[in-house]
């Protein structure tokens, strides 16, 4: 190391498997592999250290190694990924059977993988820390979002979410952020894990950091996504989950925000195909929740029933309760109040959360609501029977005619 002056003078290789790979690789083979591997990409001469981690769900190694050759000279790395190991693992792969790495179909079913559910982590605390690794190390590098609720509407495919806690809570004044297993409801499965406990530190700081750089990068991503959900209203979807259905082929996701009066006020479209999110009304006016509904044809089914509207109107004429008030969505509220009223500067995160609120909810919500947008969900903003409407009720008995949707 000490004969070149080089900046760079260590290497680091990850060798990654399927995880129907694993019953096969035992100590040995992953030594003989990695050996292999080395000697195949030019570096069989120099010494390198392997390991291996039991912090994911596939099997993997990695190989540590120094770029500085015994008589002083650099190994270049110029291209090496490319132009070196692609070919060499490609090789490796069919010398001995893997699955390639390269195959779509193999990395949709790698997602699909990541969705953590109970069964996952049954074992416990290190089990559920695997599992949230996995889902940050897939989703917090490659993904482009702009704020933590961004953010979560990733996350919350795989059945994880990054929490701030309660704004006058402790952790939320120091600025700390923790990560949880949630169910489709949103409810926590698990105890909340430190971001600084997971080695790439997914913390606070290093998020807001990505919500910077991502603002201009996911600019020219516009174009593609609104050609995708254009794409999917020229069929004539008559109902969120038809467009979900539709979105899918497209590779986005759809993310709805309701209140408990099932009236849905945000919509959030995340393109796996891009790797970036956008809120309806970020993306355009065309695509915010109240103009979708109105192209789907079902403003009129929006509006909660008399019932729930006069149940409504009494919680707002009822004094708050601390713990009322804590649950309702909170409003927009400028930097210059905040500071006002304070005498500090007011937390970013805080206020890119609140501007992610559109003008349309509800004032009389009362908890917000969000959930994945499944294609077979049927009208999935409806909360209870008394929000159904005729058509869907006759669906839910087993009613509906073919045509009927």
Do not use: C
Not at 253 to 263: A, M, P, S, T, Y
Request: glycine residues 6%.
């Amino acid at each position: 190391m000490k004969l070149n002056e080089s900046e760079t003078k260590l290497i680091h290789i990850s060798l990654n498997f399927h995880p129907s790979e694993k019953e096969r690789l035992d100590k040995a083979f992953f030594v003989h592999l990695a050996d292999e591997y080395m000697s195949k990409i030019g570096f069989g001469d120099q010494p390198y250290l392997v390991y291996q981690h039991e912090d994911a769900g596939h099997p993997h190694v990695h190989v540590l190694s120094t770029l500085i050759k015994d008589d002083g000279k650099r190994i270049s790395t110029h291209f090496i990924g490319k132009n070196v190991s692609e070919p060499v693992r490609k090789e490796m792969e069919k010398t001995y059977g893997f699955i390639p790495a390269d195959k779509k179909e193999q990395r949709r079913e790698d997602e699909k993988q990541l969705v953590v559910t109970p069964q996952k982590i049954q074992a416990g605390k290190s089990a559920t820390m695997r599992s949230i690794t996995n889902v940050l190390d897939h989703v917090i590098d490659r993904y482009k979002y702009t704020s933590l609720h961004e953010l979560n509407a990733i996350l919350r495919l795989y059945n994880v979410k990054a929490d701030r806690g309660a704004e006058d809570g402790r952790i939320y004044k120091h600025r700390g952020l923790n990560y949880v297993v949630i169910d489709k409801e949103g409810k926590a499965l698990t105890k909340p894990v430190k971001a600084s406990a997971f080695y790439s530190k997914p913390t606070l700081d290093k998020i807001e950091e990505k919500f910077k750089d991502n603002q201009k990068k996911r600019i020219p991503d516009k174009k593609h996504l609104k050609a995708a959900i254009e794409w999917a209203m020229q069929s004539g979807p008559r109902s969120l989950s038809e467009l979900a259905k539709l979105l899918k082929k497209e590779q986005v996701d759809l993310v709805i925000r309701r209140n408990e009066q099932g009236r849905v006020y945000g919509m959030t479209y995340i393109d796996h195909q891009k790797k970036t999110v956008f809120n309806g009304n970020d993306l355009d006016k065309m695509y915010s929740a109240k103009r979708m509904l109105e192209r789907l044809g079902m403003e009129p089914q929006q509006q909660p029933g008399k019932d729930q509207q006069k149940e409504a109107g009494k919680k707002q004429q009822q004094p708050q309760t601390e713990q009322s008030k804590q649950a309702q969505p909170p409003q927009k509220e400028s930097a210059q109040t905040d500071k006002q009223q304070t005498g500090k500067e007011p937390d970013k995160t805080r206020i890119q959360e609140k501007e992610a609120i559109p003008e349309e909810v509800s004032k009389g919500a009362s908890k917000i609501i969000e959930q994945v947008v499944e294609p077979d969900s049927g009208e999935s903003w409806a909360i209870n029977k008394d929000l159904l409407t005729e058509e869907q009720r006759k669906k839910k008995k087993g009613f509906n005619k073919q045509w009927e949707m």
